[in-house]
């Protein structure tokens, strides 16, 4: 049974570009959920996804924003980067009310 | 909105011995989970222990086990017999169960260094 796995491991971007991540979630589970781990510091949440919808937001700017397709896997879109956007992108993914987050490799991203 | 605050740094450990990470806390919440995850340097967040706020027995998972106290919101996690392999960044992370999905906020962590 394969875990959360997550797209690309290792991104490099240019100040301004756009950025997409892929989250494919662990078998059973419906619900996706985006984090923001910068250097040095604990995951911040970005939002959540169930049915396809956004369900919940963290305090993250427009820029930000994502996709969840019928099959439950995600997507994490990023406009125009800033270099403070370069961080570790976790995913993590759970099922109905289950207390217990499965967290994905992460994709870390670099804006230069 | 709920804190979590990790006070500690970095932590170094000798091989075969026991260490304590602290974690506090800041909610107006009666119920909620905490949640202690490993983040080895492959960078997969592993969950360590889970601890629900309305048990007053303190959880343990084999060589893990936490010391919960909720009136002074402290959620510290003891590490016994380190093994090379507990060498990671440690994150203490809290979930409100008032609603069904609500998000882990975590602290800005603990990096745990074993020494053999």
């Known amino acids: 049974d394969a875990g959360v796995t997550q797209s690309p491991t290792h991104l490099i971007k240019t100040r301004g570009q756009q950025v997409t991540l892929r989250c494919s979630p662990k078998s059973g589970h419906d619900t996706v959920s985006w984090y923001q781990q910068a250097l040095g510091q604990g995951p911040q949440f970005i939002f959540q996804?169930?049915?396809?919808?956004?369900?919940q937001r963290g305090n993250f700017p427009d820029r930000f924003s994502g996709h969840q397709f019928p099959n439950y896997s995600s997507e994490l879109n990023v406009n125009a980067l800033l270099l403070g956007d370069s961080a570790l992108y976790l995913c993590a993914s759970h099922r109905g009310n289950s207390y217990e987050q499965y967290f994905g490799p992460g994709t870390r991203l670099t804006v230069t | 909105a709920q804190t979590v605050t990790q006070s500690q740094p970095e932590m170094s450990v000798q091989e075969a011995e026991t260490v304590t990470l602290s974690c506090t806390y800041d909610?107006?919440?009666?119920?909620?989970?905490l949640f202690w995850y490993k983040q080895p340097p492959s960078r997969q967040m592993i969950l360590v222990i889970r601890?629900?706020?309305?048990?007053?027995q303190n959880a343990t998972e084999n060589r893990f086990s936490v010391n919960f106290q909720k009136a002074a919101k402290s959620f510290s996690l003891k590490i016994s017999d380190s093994q090379l392999g507990d060498a990671a960044m440690y994150f203490c992370a809290y979930r409100s169960t008032n609603s069904g999905n609500t998000p882990l906020v975590f602290g800005k962590g603990t990096r745990l260094s074993v020494i053999a």
């Open positions: 601890q629900e706020a309305y048990k007053q």
């Open positions: 909610t107006s919440e009666s119920d909620y989970y």
């Open positions: 996804y169930y049915e396809e919808e956004e369900r």
